[in-house]
Nanobody, 128 residues
C-alpha cells in the first residue's frame, strides 16, 4: 500500500504561483526503481476530474496536457518520496481541488481508473 498526501494549496491572485507537494509513504521502497507514474489531477467546481501533469519516479520523464504547457511543471525528489507541481502564472480557470495519484506503469496516463492510489486533495483558488 502507498499512502499519498498533498499539500501546498491556497488562495492566490491571477499571475501568482504555488507549489504543490505530493508525499508518498508506506510501500515506497521500489518507487525510485520501477515505472511508477505519479500524476496530478484537478477537479474544478461542478466539473469532471482531469489529469494535467505527471512524472515517472524512476526515469523522471514527465508529461503534461497541452493547456498547461509552460505554466505547470512536475518534478520529483526520490530521496523524500515527494512529487511537486510548480504552478506559475495562475489563472482563475486553474481553480480546482488538486489530487495526486500513483500507479505502476499506467497504460493511459490521464484515465482515472488507471490509478490505484489517491490522495485527499488540496484546494487551489485563483482570484482575478
Amino acid at each position: 500500500q502507498v499512502h499519498l498526501v498533498e499539500s501546498g494549496g491556497g488562495s492566490v491572485q491571477a499571475g501568482g504561483s504555488l507549489r504543490l507537494s505530493c508525499g508518498a509513504s508506506g510501500d515506497t521502497r521500489d518507487m525510485p526503481f520501477m515505472p511508477f507514474f505519479v500524476a496530478w489531477f484537478r477537479q474544478p467546481p461542478g466539473r469532471d476530474r482531469e489529469g494535467v501533469a505527471g512524472i515517472y519516479t524512476n526515469s523522471g520523464r514527465s508529461y503534461h496536457i497541452a493547456s498547461v504547457a509552460g505554466r505547470l511543471t512536475v518534478s520529483r525528489d526520490n530521496t523524500n518520496n515527494t512529487v511537486y507541481l510548480q504552478m506559475n502564472d495562475l489563472k482563475p480557470e486553474d481553480t480546482a481541488m488538486y489530487y495526486c495519484a500513483a500507479s505502476l506503469n499506467p497504460r493511459l496516463l490521464w484515465r482515472r481508473d488507471q490509478y490505484k492510489y489517491w490522495g485527499q486533495g488540496t484546494q487551489v483558488t485563483v482570484s482575478s
